[in-house]
Each structure stands twice: as structure tokens, then as C-alpha cells.
């Protein structure tokens, strides 16, 4: 298997490269049970958020062990917006997603309990990685729709060109 060397820090791994569509390799950025990576970016990460912010935002799943590393360190909560409708939402905000990265488009999720947590407070959305820009600017929307400001975009990598500004730590290439 192909990989891709990524260094955050003094931590380097090298992760798999994927073919979304034919002749076109991507390296695959997963946090999901690496510890270490999720604390080092989390650790990267934190210094770019600003000292007015009340709350974290992400979407599920992969950018989850990255913001709970970065709520953890800065002792502020985090809300997650999920990619389906749960049973136990009730009347929740919903979001549509343009993404070019997919390949369809998405929805994301709100419950109502988490539009209250976001009621007038200043938030960092975080993700894993920015291509398109899309998740970001639906991940904006939606939180601008609870009632929140949204004071900074922050993401791991960035692949490509976003449409949205946001502060990335490392670029990612098409390969």
C-alpha cells in the first residue's frame, strides 16, 4: 500500500493513499484510534483559536477525537453536529451540504439541546480536513442558524483550495 509522510510536531506518520476517482491519490487523514496524532494536532491546533471563544464545533465522526483533544486543553465545551437524524433529536436545525470532496451531497444535523448550548455564544468550528470548503461553510451556517457567532474556521489539513478562508496547519496534495 502507497502512503504519505505527515509531520505535526515531532510526530510523523504515514498514511494511506486512496483513490477516490481514477488517477487521482489522496492521502486518508483518520484520528479514529490514533491518540497521538489527535493530541498533536490538538496541541498544534489550539493556539490558533481565539481567547473570545465559548464553545468548539465539528461535524462527526473523524474530526471527534480532534476537538475533544482541543476542548480538553483549552477547558471549553464542544458540540458535535451529526451527518443523520438520531432518534432521540427533537425538532432539530438541519443543513445541507455541498460537497465536492463526497461526491453527493450531505445533511447535517442539529438537535435542539445543542442550538440552546450555542444560543448567543462565540464559536471555533474545527475539522479535519478542508478541500471544497463545503462541510465549512454548511458547519457556519448552521451555527449562525442556533444563534452563535462564529469567530474562527480552523482545520488540520487543507486540500486544495477552499472556498471558505480557514487557518489549516499543514496542505495536503492531489497526488
Known amino acids: ?3 504519505y509522510p505527515i509531520t505535526i510536531g515531532n510526530l510523523t506518520r504515514r498514511v494511506p ?16 484510534g490514533d491518540v497521538g496524532l489527535a493530541k498533536a494536532l490538538a496541541e ?3 493556539k490558533h483559536v481565539p481567547a ?3 464553545v468548539l464545533v465539528t461535524a462527526e465522526t473523524s ?8 476542548a480538553a486543553l483549552l477547558g471549553k465545551p464542544y458540540v458535535v453536529v451529526r451527518k443523520r437524524r438520531r432518534p432521540y433529536m427533537h425538532d432539530p436545525l438541519i443543513q445541507e451540504v455541498e460537497s465536492l470532496t463526497l461526491g453527493a451531497n450531505e ?3 442539529l438537535d435542539r439541546r445543542y442550538v440552546e448550548r450555542l444560543l448567543n455564544q462565540k464559536a471555533t ?5 478542508v478541500a ?4 465549512m461553510h454548511a458547519l457556519e451556517r448552521l451555527v449562525h442558524r442556533a444563534g452563535a457567532e462564529v469567530v474562527a474556521r480552523l482545520a488540520a489539513f487543507r486540500q486544495g483550495t477552499p472556498k471558505v478562508e480557514v487557518v489549516a496547519l499543514e496542505e495536503l496534495p492531489v497526488l
Not at 477516490?20 to 479514529?32: A, E, H, W
Open 52 to 54: 473570545e471563544t465559548d
Open 1 to 3: 500500500m502507497d502512503t
Open 44 to 46: 498544534a491546533l489550539v
Open 107 to 109: 445533511v447535517l444535523w
Open 125 to 129: 468550528l474545527v475539522i479535519d480536513v
Open 63 to 70: 474530526s471527534i477525537p480532534l476537538v475533544h483533544e482541543m
Open 17 to 32: 493513499l486512496h483513490e477516490p476517482f481514477p488517477g487521482v491519490r489522496l492521502p486518508l487523514i483518520d484520528f479514529l
Open 132 to 135: 471544497s470548503g463545503g462541510t
